[in-house]
């Protein structure tokens, strides 16, 4: 996963930073547990709309799983019972 900075709005950066600094951590160490919160709190709600999407481009949920995580987008797939337009 490559690293990033969310761009957030001016009110939303500084509660944050403030809010990091209450806590006694840094921003960046933060960011990684509120993100490891959200992850672990909505998988099974993402893992249903995996498995969905999944069976309605013709996947298994583990091969759009690899395709997503490697940086295809929904839109540049093309599903595989989708006839072959020449």
Do not use: C
Not at 4 to 11: A, D, Q, S, V, Y
Not at 32 to 54: C, G, P
Request: net charge negative; no cysteine.
């Amino acid at each position: 996963m490559n690293e990033f900075t969310p761009n957030l709005g001016i009110h939303d950066k500084e509660w944050f930073e403030v809010m990091s600094k209450l806590r006694g951590g840094t921003v960046e160490e933060n960011l990684r547990s509120v993100v490891s919160f959200y992850v672990r709190r909505n998988k099974d709600a993402y893992k249903e709309i995996l498995d969905h999407t999944a069976n309605r481009l013709g996947f298994t949920p583990d091969e759009l799983f690899e395709q997503l995580a490697n940086g295809a987008t929904l839109e540049s797939l093309q599903p595989k019972n989708a006839p072959d337009i020449a």
